[in-house]
């Protein structure tokens, strides 16, 4: 089995905005995708993948340039030329995508190195394809490779364990503050990707709703959809500001949007319930004086700077650590498909031997007089055992682990020297 046939195609949160990513969004059936790709030519064996940050195929094909095209097409639903689509995917093939999909499981390309849920997403995505009946042999391996790569991470590195994000640090904060974020009400102002990357954390620490306030309407009903989340207008800011417990706000107004005069008369009303905001725009989105009203907590974006500073130096050297466990594991990952690839070869070696034998024996035995049955089975047993004996060195020779490139050129040789691929 070539490792070529093994592909990744998509998009994430790196290549392509969340405009171009929407477009890419699947929802309701899960298995309408896999009815779409069962019927691309080529497309042996698949997974389909679709979260907020990205949107991937894996699968394998014998037919790659096709096949690619093809997928390509579907993921954009012809909405843009093949063209165009080629400035927002990645295509990965071979060692590469072996080693994409370890990374994604292992939280390694995620928008916050570490997470959790990723695996989680991964794991779904797989569930769907074998009850689509899309995977294979070579899926079913690499996928199951791919989950035990990221339990290998978690326990034998401390990834998940330092804020290296200026959002994951804000929610941190919020944390110090509250003891713990169960059955609080979270609200983003904002719905760029620091909105995003709040919201994560967010539902990692287990809120209980997150409401999105954005200028644009439609881009805060996208964003709290994929977090099961309430969209709000921007011009509802003040009146959600009774409810909620902690606000973010990652805005891009020039201007300030809530001032200390806004929330003032709110905290009589919320009973002095503690009001956590976190203002990480640039420039600044909510008035410093807030900060002097009692039961406001307003953190700007250089007090988390301080936080981040400190754990990005402990999160880099787990990410080192992780990186070299993803490369490991990747390289035995090409071995065993290095393996699978001489398989078929040694297979035509016995066959052609044994076919030599069988035809020996019947040109010699009819000579050998009446034989006995036990006596021919011991000559059938003797020239078996003579052509095993022979044949174990090759085939040793042929199973040792090497790379890609030495397994390819012995599988040339010992072909040639077998002469498997001609009748002569």
């Not at 699947?26 to 790709?37: A, K, N, Q, V």
């Not at 974020?181 to 994560?200: P, R, Y």
């Not at 690839?341 to 035995?365: F, N, Q, S």
Request: with cysteine; charged share 25%.
């Amino acid at each position: 089995m070539s490792a070529e046939k093994i592909m990744i195609l998509g998009v994430n949160h790196k290549t392509a905005p969340v405009e171009i990513r929407e477009r890419l969004a699947f929802s309701g059936d899960p298995g309408t995708p896999y009815r779409e790709l069962k019927v691309i030519p080529g497309c042996e064996e698949f997974c389909f993948l679709s979260t907020c940050n990205r949107v991937e195929v894996i699968f394998v094909t014998s037919t790659p340039e096709e096949t690619e095209r093809t997928i390509r097409n579907f993921l954009f639903n012809n909405s843009m030329s093949y063209g165009e689509a080629g400035k927002y995917v990645y295509l990965h093939q071979g060692e590469a995508a072996i080693q994409h999909l370890f990374r994604v499981g292992a939280s390694l390309d995620s928008m916050i190195v570490g997470e959790p849920q990723i695996l989680g997403q991964l794991k779904q995505a797989y569930r769907d394809a074998t009850e689509q009946q899309a995977t294979g042999m070579i899926l079913n391996r690499l996928m199951h490779k791919g989950f035990s790569v990221a339990k290998r991470i978690r326990t034998e590195t401390e990834i998940g364990s330092s804020a290296v994000s200026i959002s994951y640090a804000a929610v941190e904060l919020a944390k110090k503050i509250f003891g713990n974020l169960k059955n609080k009400i979270a609200m983003l102002v904002g719905a760029g990707e620091m909105a995003e990357l709040a919201a994560q954390h967010l539902m990692t620490q287990g809120v209980a709703e997150v409401v999105v306030a954005n200028r644009t309407f439609e881009r805060a009903v996208n964003l709290a959809r994929c977090f099961n989340g309430k969209p709000v207008a921007l011009e509802e800011l003040i009146p959600q500001l009774e409810h909620v417990d902690i606000m973010i706000s990652s805005t891009g107004s020039p201007d300030l949007i809530l001032h200390s005069k806004d929330v003032k008369p709110l905290m009589r009303q919320r009973r002095n319930r503690p009001l956590f905001l976190i203002d990480i725009a640039v420039p600044r989105d909510l008035d410093p004086k807030l900060n002097d009203l009692e039961n406001v907590y307003l953190y700007g974006i250089d007090d988390l700077n301080n936080i981040v500073d400190i754990n990005k130096a402990e999160r880099d050297k787990e990410a080192v650590r992780a990186e070299r466990i993803v490369t490991e594991e990747t390289l035995k990952f090409m071995l065993w498909l290095g393996s699978m690839e001489v398989t078929p070869t040694i297979v035509a070696i016995r066959e052609k031997a044994d076919e030599i034998r069988k035809a020996e024996l019947e040109k010699t035995l009819p000579n050998l007089g009446n034989l006995s049955d036990k006596e021919r089975m011991s000559i059938e047993k003797m020239t078996s055992a003579m052509m095993n004996k022979i044949l174990h060195n090759p085939i040793v020779y042929l199973k040792q682990n090497d790379s890609h490139r030495d397994t390819k050129v012995k599988l040339v040789m010992i072909r040639k020297l077998f002469k498997l691929d001609n009748s002569e």
